[in-house]
Nanobody, 125 residues
Framework: QLQLDESGGGQVQPGGTLTLSCAASGGTLRDYSIGWFHQAPGKEREGVSC????????NYADSVKGRFTISRDTAKNTVYLQMNSLDPDDTGVYYC??????????????????WGQGTLVTVSS
């Protein structure tokens, strides 16, 4: 069974950069569309970015367009989220799960997705 482990979070100043990693085991990421989801303190989890299994389609939430970049390395069985120009509103826990892409901006977690621990990103001065 596919297991995804998030890492790369940390504390960074506003305007800074972080790259999150989503490493897969028990399965091949090429078989899945994968999305990154953000849960800010006290708020619902929301889709940030997602990439199709073949890499041919990428979606970004409007709030991160131009700042975040999602990519996948099939050799390493890993999906990345590079986050630039970080803002305090980006603070929260980030998760990666199998995802369905909707339209050009939306990422919907697969109904059977298993949520891991996530990785915490804190943007503050």
């Amino acid at each position: 069974q596919l297991q995804l482990d998030e890492s790369g979070g940390g504390q960074v100043q506003p305007g800074g950069t972080l790259t999150l990693s989503c490493a897969a085991s028990g399965g091949t990421l090429r078989d899945y569309s994968i999305g990154w989801f953000h849960q800010a303190p006290g708020k619902e989890r929301e889709g940030v970015s997602c990439i199709s299994n073949g890499g041919g389609q990428i979606n970004y939430a409007d709030s991160v367009k131009g700042r975040f970049t999602i990519s996948r390395d099939t050799a390493k069985n890993t999906v990345y989220l590079q986050m630039n120009s970080l803002d305090p509103d980006d603070t929260g826990v980030y998760y990666c799960v199998p995802t369905v892409l909707r339209g050009s901006s939306y990422c919907v977690a697969h109904p059977d997705a298993s949520w891991g621990q996530g990785t915490l990103v804190t943007v503050s001065s």
